[in-house]
């Protein structure tokens, strides 16, 4: 599964994620609370080529059977109806919108998704990640600024009202098609590409920072054993390092390290001030945090009217800076949770 896009998104609920990745959708990990199938109205043949044709296939995943013990049947009103708790295949629960062969415009189909998963969430139904197809991508042949353009629009907005949703993925199997979106977004949300400089440099810099992760794998967990293998991905190729991606990891890691240090709360810039205000850490740590905030916050918003300020953009060597940041901060995890031993020994 590449991701080939990930947008970062403010709420008041804290960070969100909008990701793209080129993959089979009923291949994806980890399990997802939610994921959404699009099928035929009134039919659920599992067709080969398709999603519902590949659960059924791969997972044993029977619709038919599933709408039969359906706890939420929204057919008559928004043209979707979800499973019970399965736990088989990507998702913990499936989410079926009857797309195809319908009445709905991809825009109605869209809202009415997002409208469903906050109906799920209001009935106590865990909506934490949510996985869906590139809908629009395939049948209906929809072209990329068309598709990007609904995808940001209502995923964010959706985001920035969820209280428990924080991550989303559209994940598409066809490679070209997703990379068109890809780069419609890039294209819509005024994004540059932005590489790391000087090779040598760029290279040190990663294998530094990959030592240290490497050795901070279990301060991480479980729990978190995806965000590990990001950056661990993202790092072993330093000439492949995009803004936006780095911005949205080490955004993630300060969020990781201040939850392990107890500060908690839904602001960043405020959680960092108040570990500062113990005095218990070196503010430039906290400095560092706050440089990795801003990179964050710079994939949370588009750059359309970027120019008025200097610099207009997240430069590369903001990004050798963003590294050293990283791997400086990993040190202090490393640090204090070696010091934490201590005093328990």
Same mark, same amino acid.
């Given at each position: 599964?590449?991701r080939?896009?990930?947008v970062g998104?403010? *709420?008041?609920f804290? /960070?969100r994620t909008i990701?793209?990745?080129?993959? %089979?959708l009923?291949?994806? *990990?980890?399990?997802?609370?939610?994921v959404?199938?699009s099928v035929?109205?009134?039919? /659920? +043949?599992?067709?080969p080529?398709?999603v519902?044709?590949?659960?059924r296939?791969?997972h044993?995943i029977?619709?038919?059977r599933?709408?039969? #013990?359906?706890?939420?049947?929204?057919?008559?009103?928004l043209g979707v109806?979800? &499973?019970?708790?399965?736990?088989?295949?990507?998702g913990q629960r /499936?989410?079926?919108?009857?797309l195809i062969?319908?009445?709905?415009s991809?825009?109605?189909?869209?809202?009415?998704?997002?409208?469903?998963? +906050?109906l799920?969430?209001?009935?106590?139904?865990?909506?934490?990640?949510?996985?869906l197809?590139l809908l629009?991508?395939?049948?209906?042949?929809?072209d990329?600024d068309?598709?990007?353009?609904?995808?940001?629009?209502r995923?964010?907005? =959706?985001?920035?009202r969820?209280p428990h949703?924080? &991550?989303l993925?559209?994940?598409?199997?066809?490679?070209?098609?997703a990379?068109?979106? *890809?780069d419609?977004?890039?294209?819509?949300?005024?994004r540059?590409s932005t590489?790391?400089?000087h090779a040598?440099?760029?290279?040190?810099? &990663?294998a530094?920072?990959?030592h240290?992760?490497? +050795?901070?794998?279990t301060l991480?967990?479980?729990?978190?054993?995806?965000?590990?293998?990001?950056w661990?991905?993202l790092?072993?190729d330093p000439?492949?390092?995009? #803004?936006?991606?780095?911005?949205?990891?080490?955004?993630?890691?300060?969020?990781?390290?201040? *939850?392990e240090r107890?500060v908690?709360? =839904?602001?960043l810039a #405020?959680?960092i001030?108040?570990?500062?205000? !113990?005095r218990?850490?070196?503010?430039?740590?906290?400095? /560092?945090?706050?440089?990795?905030? =801003?990179?964050?916050?710079? @994939?949370? =918003? %588009?750059?359309?009217?970027?120019?008025s300020? +200097?610099?207009p953009i997240v430069a590369?060597? %903001?990004?050798i800076?963003?590294?050293?940041c990283v791997t400086?901060?990993?040190?202090?995890?490393l640090?204090? @949770? &070696?010091?934490?031993? !201590?005093r328990?020994?």
């Amino acid at each position: 599964m590449d991701r080939l896009n990930i947008v970062g998104i403010e *709420s008041p609920f804290g /960070y969100r994620t909008i990701e793209l990745l080129q993959g %089979d959708l009923a291949l994806s *990990s980890p399990r997802a609370d939610i994921v959404v199938v699009s099928v035929f109205a009134g039919g /659920y +043949q599992p067709i080969p080529g398709t999603v519902l044709g590949a659960l059924r296939a791969i997972h044993g995943i029977d619709a038919a059977r599933l709408l039969a #013990t359906s706890p939420l049947d929204l057919r008559g009103v928004l043209g979707v109806w979800l &499973s019970d708790s399965v736990g088989v295949g990507p998702g913990q629960r /499936y989410l079926f919108v009857e797309l195809i062969g319908g009445s709905l415009s991809l825009d109605v189909a869209l809202d009415n998704v997002f409208a469903a998963v +906050q109906l799920i969430d209001a009935k106590g139904i865990e909506t934490g990640s949510v996985v869906l197809p590139l809908l629009g991508a395939g049948h209906q042949a929809l072209d990329a600024d068309t598709i990007a353009r609904l995808l940001v629009s209502r995923a964010r907005q =959706h985001l920035e009202r969820a209280p428990h949703t924080s &991550s989303l993925r559209f994940i598409e199997i066809n490679a070209s098609r997703a990379r068109l979106v *890809s780069d419609a977004i890039d294209l819509q949300l005024g994004r540059e590409s932005t590489a790391l400089p000087h090779a040598q440099l760029a290279a040190a810099l &990663s294998a530094d920072a990959l030592h240290r992760l490497n +050795q901070a794998r279990t301060l991480f967990g479980d729990a978190r054993e995806e965000l590990w293998s990001d950056w661990i991905r993202l790092l072993q190729d330093p000439n492949g390092i995009r #803004t936006f991606e780095f911005g949205v990891l080490g955004r993630k890691l300060v969020e990781t390290i201040l *939850s392990e240090r107890g500060v908690v709360g =839904h602001n960043l810039a #405020t959680r960092i001030r108040s570990l500062e205000e !113990t005095r218990s850490v070196g503010p430039w740590m906290c400095g /560092y945090m706050h440089v990795l905030r =801003h990179l964050g916050n710079e @994939s949370a =918003h %588009d750059n359309v009217g970027a120019g008025s300020r +200097q610099p207009p953009i997240v430069a590369a060597a %903001d990004l050798i800076a963003g590294l050293t940041c990283v791997t400086r901060l990993l040190e202090f995890w490393l640090l204090c @949770s &070696s010091e934490s031993q !201590t005093r328990l020994a």
